[in-house]
């Protein structure tokens, strides 16, 4: 069951408060911890904490201006599941991902926050477990063998026996979430509809990576 006991889509808000934050992803039944320091954004968490607890990630696109850029087309909207205040007035808090979520009208501004109107209709396999079983993704050891090529490239390692009992939706959605991609390949990443689809959209980024210089840019967008 999701975070919140949430089954279906018209359980979800249909107004929900955004985080637009680049570089940032949330999938579904992922945990993103989050260091929450600006007034505007500790004011959308009390309030989220006072009510149902869900929030929206989102990255940005261009357009609109610099305090109030605009808004990919999709986010991923999460429950807050752990809280903690520090001496100095910040929030550590942890989201679990619920449903990602078509991002539609934003409303006038009642705060210090964004907030817009979502709609959950192309992702509503997220509530009932669409995700793939490891059995019936047919190119695991693809992934696996991209995987080694481009944390070779990066000079990087992992416990590989680790790895590879992991279950693979697991390892392919922390891997989407920690690994250094930029915004626009990570909003690729989200917006991959079935597993099968991000699992081979990540393969992919990590095959374009170790096949390239330092330098060169990522090909897939």
């Known amino acids: 069951m999701q975070p919140g006991g949430y ?3 018209s359980d979800l808000p249909q107004v929900i408060a955004v985080f637009p934050l680049d570089g940032a992803l ?3 039944g992922a945990q993103l911890p ?5 007034p505007r954004y500790l004011n959308m968490i009390d309030d989220a904490m006072a009510g149902d607890r869900m ?3 989102v990255q940005t696109r261009p357009g609109g201006d610099r305090a109030r850029p ?3 087309a999709v986010g991923c909207v999460g429950r ?3 809280f903690a205040e520090t001496q100095d007035g910040r929030y550590l808090i942890t989201l679990t991902g619920v449903c990602r979520f078509s991002v539609g009208d934003e409303l006038p501004s009642q705060g210090p926050y964004r907030q817009v109107r979502a709609a959950y209709d192309v992702f509503a396999g997220d509530l009932e477990g669409a995700e793939a079983p490891d059995s019936e993704y047919d190119d695991h050891g693809a992934f696996l063998l991209a995987l080694k090529h481009y944390l070779e490239h990066r000079g990087l390692d992992i416990d590989w026996d680790s790895a590879k ?3 693979t939706s697991a390892l392919v959605n922390s891997l989407c979430m920690a690994l250094p991609f930029e915004p626009g390949e990570k909003q690729v990443l989200l917006e991959a509809v079935t597993f099968d689809e991000r699992c081979a959209t990540l393969t992919a980024l990590l095959e374009i990576d170790a096949a390239g210089g ?3 840019p990522h090909g897939l967008q």
């Open 7 to 9: 089954r279906k889509a």
């Open 214 to 216: 330092d330098d060169e």
């Open 165 to 167: 009992s992991a279950p």
């Open 70 to 72: 605009g808004l990919a």
């Open 55 to 57: 929030i929206g990630m």
């Open 34 to 38: 989050l260091n929450i320091f600006e």
């Open 80 to 82: 807050i599941t752990s």
């Open 26 to 28: 949330l999938l579904p």
